[in-house]
């Protein structure tokens, strides 16, 4: 199933594409923190795989918040980005921009969400207009919670 065609930068071959996928799908070598994760994943996960000329560049594993949501993660008001990573062959190169903002923007469409990664990646997300709105680092993994700029006053 095709989510999203979106034409990047005006360039044909820069066209990303965007399909729900089967998380086993996604290859160990490519993509390792993917798959090194891939473990907890539980059936109502949504994986999305991101593709430019028919290649998968990037993957994502999203916990929705819906409210007939059924997943072994309880719900927090938000979606929650488990996972986010491109190949690591990309990396360094704007595929990582490219991808997360068509996630945020064009299939979350959500002003809040909650990230799990290292506190390095902090200035990644803050190019795509979001601040941290709170970072937890218990359960040995790092919570954020991002929100877009122009909510930052709506509190």
Not at 88 to 110: H, P, S, Y
Request: charged share 20%; aromatic share 12%; proline share 4%.
């Amino acid at each position: 199933m095709i989510l999203i065609v979106m034409n990047i930068e005006g360039s044909s071959n820069a066209d990303i594409m965007v399909h729900i996928i089967d998380y086993d799908e996604v290859p160990d070598s490519l993509f390792p923190f993917f798959t090194s994760y891939r473990i907890q994943f539980d059936p109502y996960i949504r994986c999305y795989g991101f593709f430019q000329a028919r290649e998968l560049v990037a993957v994502a594993a999203v916990i929705p918040d819906e409210s007939d949501f059924q997943g072994g993660f309880q719900s927090v008001g938000c979606p929650i980005i488990y996972v986010f990573e491109v190949r690591t062959d990309l990396q360094l190169k704007g595929m990582g921009t490219k991808c997360a903002r068509i996630l945020v923007n064009n299939i979350l469409n959500e002003n809040t969400i909650q990230l799990c990664c290292i506190s390095s990646i902090i200035p990644f997300w803050s190019k795509l207009g979001f601040e941290v709105r709170s970072f937890d680092q218990t359960f040995n993994y790092n919570k954020m919670i991002l929100i877009k700029e122009e909510d930052r006053g709506k509190d």
